[in-house]
């Protein structure tokens, strides 16, 4: 009977929890980022243009931001440089074998594949980063995989082999500032949000020694030990990068997703409640330094772990980089693609909803990226119906970043009745527009807010967003949810280019007949 009882008791505690996970809000403000891995056609294309032509390419990208969108996710980590190619025409190195089928090849009929993922990303209110791999620079030794005008042909001496891949060596302070230049060529030449590193700087460890002792001697810069010596050539790359961005344009954003463990504590005092392989020693990626100085404006650690995961514990892992982000923002990256291992805590089919929850828990958190986007679509465990329905039921903006500048836009102002297109039948609903001071530059999009006749007004309230857009021409909106019968009343603000908004508008109060 007690035994029965104390059961019952921790149902019943285990279904409030339950139905107080599922009904709180969630945040007004939060990352909610996927990676679109292009190297070996994970994500997107899904075949190189000998199997999907360019216009078939489009529309794949088209339904996949659709899924993201309805989804909830308002980022985009778009891979755009996989093996020291290009997703993208305005720059200096060949078009991805990924892209067309062989590398160098240009896309037929011509399209320009960054140019059209940053128009369609900022259509739905998503975030356009531009994913860059620095140092890989083939996914393969086989030369006719490679065009005889990739920079590994034209500067053999800047690349050394390790496993079955070729890397620019990074002690060649030659590499630096090429990589510097390519990079910035997108940061220019492209309306981007944000520039993205992976985890893969250095290798990940294999059997042999990293070729590169001989580099060492003719660089040293007078650091006596070669693995410090390979941490400062990533320092250097990172920092050198970041004061060019700022430098171009001051509101890309600059993020790395370092493995999930900088350092164990049983290795610096200083590290992580774990034991796992270390980015600081295996990659010689000291990411902790990077937001010490302030070089990037946000981490994206991959922690790929379950909760409880010895080597590696999700839980303590995440604390342990939200303690350490130096005031940064911090993204947690999640690993969607294990969401149906038969291992660990994956068992669990509420490891990556419970996942999101406990981020949320920690103020030092901002949000999450997700591996990768084929599994999120493809709803592994249901989680995709977790996000879309549950954790990301309402639209999200991004997190502001103060470091990069807080003033306010000019708010918007004659919130009205659209009558001119009541005279259309099929929108004979609430129809709203605006407008806002012409000699305001700032101003890059605007929010719509809707309330209840009774509710107070109340900004903070994710549950209130009915549409975020990122353009400044577009001055009003057609509220396809409003219920006839019911009155409503508007609020618009307007948002800058680093999500910073406006003062709100006036009220506009309409009632649907």
Do not use: C
Not at 58 to 75: R, Y
Not at 259 to 276: A, T
Not at 489 to 495: D, E, M
Request: a neutral charge.
């Amino acid at each position: 009977m007690i035994r029965n009882f104390t059961l019952l008791a921790a149902l019943l505690l285990s279904s409030v929890s339950l139905f107080a996970q599922v009904s709180k809000d969630p945040p007004k403000r939060e990352f909610r980022g996927v990676w679109i891995a292009t190297v070996q056609n994970i994500d997107w294309p899904s075949k190189p243009k000998q199997g999907v032509d360019s216009q078939q390419q489009m529309q794949e990208l088209v339904d996949i931001f659709d899924t993201h969108q309805k989804t909830g996710i308002n980022a985009v980590m778009l891979q755009v440089r996989p093996s020291a190619d290009a997703f993208y025409a305005k720059g200096r190195e060949q078009w991805s074998m990924f892209l067309t089928g062989k590398q160098g090849t240009l896309p037929e009929p011509f399209y320009d594949p960054l140019e059209f993922a940053i128009e369609e990303a900022h259509k739905r209110g998503m975030e356009l980063h531009a994913w860059i791999n620095p140092y890989r620079a083939s996914t393969s030794l086989v030369d006719s995989l490679v065009s005889t005008e990739h920079i590994s042909r034209i500067q053999p001496d800047w690349f050394f082999t390790y496993g079955d891949k070729k890397y620019f060596n990074p002690g060649i302070p030659e590499v630096r500032h090429y990589l510097v230049d390519v990079i910035m060529d997108v940061v220019r030449n492209y309306d981007i949000d944000g520039i993205h590193f992976d985890d893969y700087f250095y290798p990940y460890p294999g059997k042999t020694a990293l070729p590169d002792s001989i580099t060492y001697m003719l660089h040293e810069q007078g650091i006596k030990n070669i693995e410090d010596w390979r941490r400062n050539n990533v320092d250097q790359l990172i920092k050198d990068l970041s004061e060019a961005i700022k430098k171009e344009k001051k509101h890309v954003k600059f993020g790395i997703s370092p493995f999930g463990i900088w350092r164990n504590k049983s290795q610096d005092p200083q590290g992580s409640e774990s034991n796992g392989l270390s980015g600081y020693s295996a990659l010689y990626a000291d990411a902790r330094k990077w937001v010490q100085e302030g070089w990037i404006d946000y981490i994206n650690p991959q922690l790929y772990f379950p909760f409880g995961y010895t080597p590696a514990p999700y839980e303590k892992l995440l604390d342990w980089w939200a303690d350490n982000a130096s005031g940064k923002h911090v993204y947690i990256g999640q690993g969607a693609y294990r969401a149906m291992e038969d291992r660990e805590g994956w068992r669990d089919r509420q490891q990556l909803p419970n996942q999101v929850r406990y981020l949320r828990e920690n103020p030092r958190v901002q949000g999450s990226v997700y591996f990768s986007s084929r599994s999120l679509t493809n709803n592994l465990a249901g989680f995709r119906d977790s996000l879309q329905h549950d954790l990301y039921r309402y639209p999200a903006l991004q997190p502001i970043m103060p470091w990069l500048g807080m003033a306010k836009p000019a708010k918007p102002v004659s919130l009205r009745e659209d009558k001119f297109l009541l005279f259309l039948p099929r929108l004979r609903k609430a129809i709203i527009k605006w407008d806002y001071p012409d000699q305001e530059e700032d101003v890059y999009g605007f929010v719509v807010y809707r309330f209840d006749e009774n509710e107070p007004i109340n900004l903070e309230h994710a549950r209130n967003i009915r549409h975020i857009q990122f353009n400044d021409y577009e001055l009003g909106f057609h509220d396809e949810t409003a219920e006839r019968g019911k009155t409503y009343k508007y609020v618009v603000t307007s948002i800058d280019r680093l999500k910073n908004e406006s003062k709100p508008s006036n009220v506009y109060l309409k009632k649907l007949r």
